[in-house]
């Protein structure tokens, strides 16, 4: 597609269900990258991938926070045992290269609302 | 430790009220400095990279600068759909975009 496409869009879940979130990035982007977004914050890292690599989880809140790109294309972020402070916007963004290569803009979808009851 | 603080946190306008949103930053090795435009319910819109000290680019009615300290989204005669909130990010060493918390921007016909 044109850009980066999240699902689902909203979510909503009980506390301590399992959930997980989609996003398919702009074809041929190497670089992926998860962020939480609380309301009236900015985003906050989570994680990247380059391909199916994950370079980098420092941004992971917890280790109930696990996510995958198994084959370098679509990248799903699992949250389990989830808890009423997960609830936000997980926003997905990728980029064209690999990071250091260039400064390439990321570029976002727009997100899935999580809200944890 | 990279920071990126963005003030006001607020701004309400005039249609045609020119005005600049601030965003200063502490980073170790700037990479890049990026603007974003975010409307409700929508994820961050890309509008700008700036690299080094003394920079400009411009797009329509948004102009950005960079110093060492700090950018400015300078916004000439803004029209109502201008209005959303305009995120700052740094890219330093580790990569990572680092955003500040974002001006919120009402312009009023």
């Known amino acids: 597609g044109a850009g980066v496409s999240q699902s689902p869009r909203y979510k909503v879940a009980k506390r301590g269900q399992d959930v997980a979130l989609r996003c398919d990035p702009i074809s041929g982007h190497v670089s992926l990258f998860w962020y939480q977004q609380a309301l009236g914050q900015g985003p906050e890292f989570l994680t990247y991938?380059?391909?199916?690599?994950?370079?980098?989880k420092s941004g992971l809140p917890s280790d109930r926070f696990f996510a995958e790109r198994p084959e370098g294309s679509v990248s799903t972020l699992k949250i389990q045992r989830t808890q009423q402070e997960d609830s936000a916007v997980y926003l997905c963004a990728s980029s064209k290269f690999p990071q250091g290569a260039s400064n390439q803009p990321q570029h976002f979808g727009d997100g899935t609302r999580l809200s944890i009851l | 430790e990279d920071q990126v603080t963005q003030s006001p946190e607020a701004l309400r306008l005039q249609e045609g009220e020119s005005s600049s949103l601030n965003c200063s930053y502490t980073?170790?090795?700037?990479?890049?400095l990026f603007w974003y435009r975010q409307d409700p319910g929508k994820g961050p819109e890309f509008l700008f990279t700036l690299y080094s000290a003394g920079e400009e680019k411009e797009k329509e009615r948004l102009k950005a600068t960079l110093t060492k300290k700090e950018s400015f989204l300078h916004i000439t005669a803004p029209k109502p759909e201008d209005s959303a909130t305009y995120l700052c990010?740094?890219?330093?060493?580790?990569?990572?975009?680092?955003f500040g918390t974002g001006t919120r921007l009402q312009v009023f016909p």
């Open positions: 991938f380059q391909n199916e690599a994950q370079l980098d």
């Open positions: 980073v170790s090795g700037l990479r890049g």
């Open positions: 990010a740094v890219q330093g060493l580790r990569d990572k975009l680092i």
